[in-house]
């Protein structure tokens, strides 16, 4: 269902795997984001992190700094920031999301810069 899958996405985004592991590490993200697209949007099953979840995405695409294989292309970046817009989506659903960091404007305008930053630097990808 979708909380259980949001909170799947989310704990995803967030684990910090071995370079051994990276490409187990985008498979289960890339999955945890596309089982979203099946369910109707709703708040996740846990609270998303206090600090918002841009940090979570800066991390992931500092990362490919390290250049270990397989890399993150903008299509697989594309599907995990769909995955975002639908727990977003879910959580304007709900009507207790006032105060919130995780997923508001100021995250998204971050996300959002971050996104479009590596894609540019990733353009032959």
């Known amino acids: 269902?979708?909380?259980?899958?949001?909170?799947?996405?989310?704990?995803?985004?967030?684990?910090?795997?071995?370079?051994?592991?990276?490409?187990?590490?985008?498979?289960?993200?890339?999955?945890?984001?596309?089982?979203?697209?099946?369910?109707?949007?709703?708040?996740?099953?846990?609270?998303?992190?206090?600090?918002?979840?841009?940090?979570?995405v800066a991390s992931l695409l500092a990362r490919e700094s390290e250049h270990s294989p397989p890399p993150l292309t903008p299509p697989k970046l594309c599907g995990i920031v769909g995955g975002l817009v639908l727990i977003s989506k879910g959580l304007r659903s709900e009507a207790a999301t006032k105060?919130?960091?995780?997923l508001n404007l100021n995250d998204w305008t971050e996300i959002a810069w971050l996104v479009a930053k590596f894609c540019e630097q990733h353009e032959s990808r």
Not at 99 to 102: E, H, L
């Open 99 to 102: 105060g919130r960091k995780s």
């Open 1 to 56: 269902n979708f909380p259980v899958a949001a909170h799947l996405t989310v704990s995803w985004l967030q684990i910090v795997p071995p370079a051994e592991a990276k490409k187990a590490h985008q498979d289960a993200l890339r999955v945890a984001c596309s089982q979203l697209k099946n369910e109707v949007p709703k708040n996740p099953a846990h609270p998303l992190p206090e600090a918002g979840l841009a940090p979570a």
